[in-house]
């Protein structure tokens, strides 16, 4: 492939539709080798629009490969969690894109079909007209809109109710990383929200709770422990931590609603773990 070829110049565009749709970038990964193969296949002189074409055939790939990942994570160990992204902050410029890729947006897909969160990606996120997303899912225009209205209305119903702003999310992440560090059962407390929710997946691997840990009391009590390194990264184009204990790796990413921490993603999975050395480049 060469820089001139329009999988090559697309191919960020086309790794976060697939990682939107997928939750992971491991799996990202493989469907655009599956989607080069078909393109480079293809009679490029029958294609009018690369960039649309290319978009189709990636949806595709990743509705084939959600299909297949929805029973193998059924028999995932604990809770499954996306696989969390190392990205510079200027991913979080665009609100969109951020809040698309965020922990907590990519966690309230799961709970999507394929097809309703193919629908929900490629409308909310890529703003493609029906006609495309229709040829791309194999439905009709007005069935993709149906489907459209009810991606919508159940991703609205579960995600955060507060946008807050850049400066809030960064300072309150802080404080309740500064908690963390040094293991504070009160100062954990005070930034945490009383109905806190923490979710760790661990994949039978790490250790980590195997259900929600539900209440700020639960919650602070469990990561009030001190001897963390923490640090601060960009994750999915927001704040996040970065922890380890005894050699041992996780990523911290947070919910921020009123000045409060209202749900904790923690990834301990070292096979999702993979990608915190660069960062990776989102666009849309």
Known sequence: MTGDDPFVAHRSLLFTVAYEMLGSAADAEDVLQESWLRWAAADRAEVRDPRAYLVRTVTRQALNRLRSLSRSREDYVGEWLPEPLLTAPDVADDVELAESVSIAMLTVLETLGPTERAVFVLREVFE???????EAVGKSASAVRQIGRRARAHV??????????????????ERFLAALHNGELQALLDVVAPDVVMIADGGGIAAAAAAPVHGAASVARLLARPGRAVSVVWLNGAPAGRV????????????VESGKVTRIHVVANPHKLTRLAEPAELVR
């Open 128 to 134: 493609l007209p029906y006609g495309e997303i229709a």
């Open 156 to 173: 609205a119903a579960r995600r955060p109710r507060v946008r807050v702003s850049r400066s809030e999310q960064q300072a309150v992440v």
């Open 244 to 255: 380890e204990v005894d050699g041992r790796v996780a990523t911290v990413s947070l919910v």
